[in-house]
C-alpha cells in the first residue's frame, strides 16, 4: 500500500516515532532470539532440496543499478514504509535459498553500462560500451561493424524453443536492458531513425524501435517509448497538446500499426484501464502496452489511475504468457531505481526498488517453484552508499547522528560523485546540508560503479542450485553476469603488451622506503613486484601517513609481501 505524505514527510525529515519512544524490541536483547533464528536457518538449510527437472519458465528480474549498497537500503525503507524499524524486514528476494555475487565489466570498459551488461546477462557474450547485442567485434557508432558479429539471446531461444516471451520495463521499451533481449545495435542511443546519424540510415543499420517489432515475435511489451513508434509530429494521445510528446520518427511510419498487422489477435493499449482490459480477454494473443512517450513515471509520481505499476504489469504479463503449454520467458527490470542513482536522489532510486520487489513477490505468489525459475540480478552498481552510524529506526534518508570533522551535519546517504558536488577542491568552505545527499565530484549526474552487482537468483524451483559463486558464463545459454577474479589490493594486474603490469616502471619513493626499522634492515626482503617502494610499514600495521597519502595517487596500486613475520607494502605503477 502506498504511504501516506505525512508518513513520507517525516521519513525525509529524519524523523522515526519508535526512536522518539526509544522502542527498540526487548526480545532482541535475549540471546534465545538470536539462537531461535538461527536454528530455524540451518533447519530450511538442510531440507532444501535442489529440483533436478527443467524449467518450463523463466522469470529474470533486472534491477538495473540495483549494487550491493542499494538492496539493505531498499530493506530498511521497506521495513520503515510498514511501520517498522527497518533493517530486519525481508525483501521477497531474501527468501531465495540460491545465492551468488558477479563482478561486471564491458569488454572495453572496466566500468560498465547498461548496454554491454546487457548483452552479457541476456545473450553470454562481453560486449563494448554502449553496445548491444553485438560482439566486442563491433564498434561503437560504425554501422558498418554490426553485421556478422550479432549475438544470440535468450529470448530468442526460448522463442525458437516454442515458447511465449515477454518483456517488462519501468524504462522505454527500447532502452540499453530492454533492447539486449531482441535488438542489435551499435548505439544505444539509437531508440529511433530520428536518433541516428544519416551515414548510419544509409548503411542500412536498423533502429532499435524497428527491431523491436521485425526482429523477433515478442508476445508481451510493456513500458513506455510510445514516441519512438510514430511518425514525426503524431500528437500523443495522453499529452495531445505537449508538442515535446509526439511521435519522432521520419520514415513515417506508425510501427504500431504494423505490429498490430502482423498478428490477429494484437492489442495496443496505453493506459491502465485499457491494460486490464486486455489482460483479461482470452482473444488477446500480443499484447503491447505503452504508458509514457518516454520512461514510466517514477513510482511516487505515478497516477495510479492512468499508469499500472510495475507489479501490475509483471502480473498481467506473467498470466497471459503462462497460457502457453510449452512455458514462457520474462524479462521484467527495474529500470527507473538506475535513474534514481544517476540524479543522485536516493528518495527516488530506493523507492523504485520497494516496488521492484513488490513485483518479485507478485511473481513468487503467482507460478510455482516446480516449474519455474526465478532469477533476480543486477547490471552494475552506482557511488551510492550509507553510514554514519546511524540508530536503527531513523529514516535511511536522514542525518548522521554526529557531525563531521568540520562540525557540520551530513547524510547518511552519499553519493561519490554527481549532481551535488564537492566544495573541498575549490579551497572553499562547503555548505551544512539538510537532507540531499552529498557528493564527492561534483558532475551532472553520478556515474556507475564496477561494485559487484548483487546478484540473488532462486529457483522457484527447477534447476536454481546451478547458481553458484563465484562463476564465469561458459556459453552464451549461461543467464548471469561473468564474474572476474576478485580485485584486491594484494593482487598484481595481468601484464600485457597495452597495459603494462609488474614489468612496468614503478613509482620511486625513497622517502617511504626509509621506514624500514633497523632490526629489519638485515632481513632478507622478497622480490617486489616492481621497482620502487621497499617497505612502508611491518606487522600487519596500518601503512604510515605518507603510504596512506600516495596510495590515493591515480594509476597505482598497493602490493603486499610478507617475510619473515614483517609486511612489506609497494606501491607499483600500472
Not at 44 to 50: G, N
Not at 284 to 291: A, D, N, S
Not at 317 to 344: K, Q
Not at 464 to 481: A, C, E, F, I, N
Amino acid at each position: 500500500h502506498p504511504p501516506s505524505m505525512a508518513w513520507m514527510l517525516l521519513l525525509l525529515l529524519g524523523l522515526r516515532p519508535q526512536l522518539v519512544l526509544g522502542i527498540i524490541p526487548v526480545e532482541e536483547e535475549d540471546p534465545d532470539f538470536w539462537n531461535h533464528q538461527a536454528a530455524q536457518a540451518l533447519d530450511a538449510a538442510k531440507k532444501l532440496q535442489p529440483i533436478q527437472t527443467a524449467a518450463k519458465n523463466l522469470i529474470l528480474f533486472l534491477g538495473d543499478g540495483m549494487g550491493v549498497p542499494t538492496v539493505p537500503a531498499t530493506r530498511i525503507l521497506k521495513g520503515q514504509l510498514n511501520d517498522k524499524l527497518g533493517p530486519e524486514t525481508p525483501l521477497a528476494m531474501d527468501h531465495f535459498p540460491y545465492l551468488a555475487l558477479s563482478k561486471t565489466y564491458n569488454v572495453d570498459r572496466q566500468v560498465p553500462d547498461s548496454a554491454g551488461t546487457a548483452t552479457a546477462y541476456l545473450c553470454g557474450v562481453k560486449a563494448n560500451y554502449q553496445t548491444i547485442g553485438v560482439s566486442a567485434a563491433a564498434r561503437w557508432n560504425q554501422c558498418n561493424t554490426t553485421h556478422g558479429n550479432e549475438v544470440t539471446s535468450v529470448m530468442n531461444r526460448a522463442k525458437k524453443a516454442g515458447k511465449s516471451v515477454g518483456v517488462v520495463t519501468t524504462t522505454r521499451v527500447q532502452h540499453a536492458s530492454p533492447a539486449g533481449t531482441y535488438a542489435h545495435v551499435v548505439n544505444r542511443n539509437w531508440y529511433s531513425d530520428a536518433d541516428m546519424p544519416a551515414k548510419a540510415r544509409e548503411e542500412g543499420c536498423q533502429d532499435i524501435a524497428q527491431q523491436l517489432i521485425s526482429n523477433m515475435d515478442i508476445d508481451v511489451i510493456l513500458g513506455g517509448g510510445r514516441k519512438y513508434m510514430f511518425p514525426q509530429g503524431t500528437p500523443d494521445p495522453e499529452y495531445p497538446s505537449d508538442t515535446r510528446q509526439d511521435g519522432v520518427r521520419l520514415d513515417g511510419r506508425n510501427l504500431v500499426q504494423e505490429w498490430q498487422a502482423k498478428y490477429q489477435g494484437a492489442r495496443y493499449v496505453w493506459n491502465r484501464t485499457a491494460l486490464i482490459e486486455a489482460s483479461q480477454d482470452p482473444s488477446v494473443t500480443h499484447l503491447m502496452g505503452l504508458f509514457e512517450p518516454g520512461d514510466t513515471k517514477y513510482e511516487v509520481r505515478r497516477d495510479t489511475t492512468q499508469d499500472p505499476s510495475l507489479m501490475e504489469m509483471t502480473e498481467v504479463a506473467v498470466r497471459l504468457l503462462s497460457r502457453n503449454p510449452r512455458g514462457f520467458y520474462l524479462f521484467v527490470e527495474g529500470g527507473r531505481i538506475d535513474h534514481g542513482h544517476h540524479d543522485g536522489t536516493a528518495y527516488l532510486a530506493l523507492t523504485e526498488a520497494v516496488m521492484f520487489d513488490s513485483a518479485i513477490d507478485k511473481a513468487s505468489q503467482i507460478t510455482s517453484e516446480k516449474d519455474t525459475l526465478t532469477l533476480v540480478t543486477a547490471d552494475h552498481s552506482h557511488v551510492f552508499s550509507f553510514g554514519g552510524y546511524t540508530l536503527r529506526g531513523s529514516s535511511i534518508f536522514g542525518l548522521a547522528p554526529s557531525t563531521a570533522q568540520d562540525n557540520k551535519t551530513y547524510t547518511s546517504i552519499l553519493y561519490g560523485n554527481g549532481p551535488g558536488g564537492s566544495f573541498a577542491l575549490l579551497g572553499i568552505s562547503r555548505p551544512n546540508v539538510s537532507d540531499s545527499q552529498s557528493t564527492g565530484g561534483p558532475l551532472g549526474v553520478t556515474l556507475s560503479l564496477g561494485k559487484p552487482s548483487l546478484c540473488q537468483r532462486v529457483a522457484h524451483g527447477a534447476q536454481g542450485q546451478t547458481v553458484r559463486l563465484p562463476r564465469r558464463p561458459s556459453g552464451r545459454k549461461r543467464l548471469r553476469s561473468s564474474p572476474v577474479p576478485k580485485a584486491e589490493a594484494t593482487q598484481r594486474p595481468p601484464s600485457t603488451g597495452r597495459h603494462p603490469g609488474p614489468g612496468g616502471p614503478g613509482l620511486a619513493l625513497p622517502l617511504l622506503a626509509s621506514s624500514a626499522s633497523p632490526s629489519s634492515a638485515s632481513m632478507a626482503l622478497p622480490s617486489p613486484p616492481c621497482p620502487g617502494l621497499l617497505r612502508c610499514e611491518r606487522n600487519g600495521h596500518a601503512p604510515t601517513s605518507p603510504c596512506r597519502l600516495l596510495s590515493a595517487v591515480p594509476a597505482t596500486f598497493w602490493s603486499r609481501r610478507k617475510v619473515g613475520g614483517f609486511f612489506y607494502y609497494y606501491l607499483c605503477k600500472l
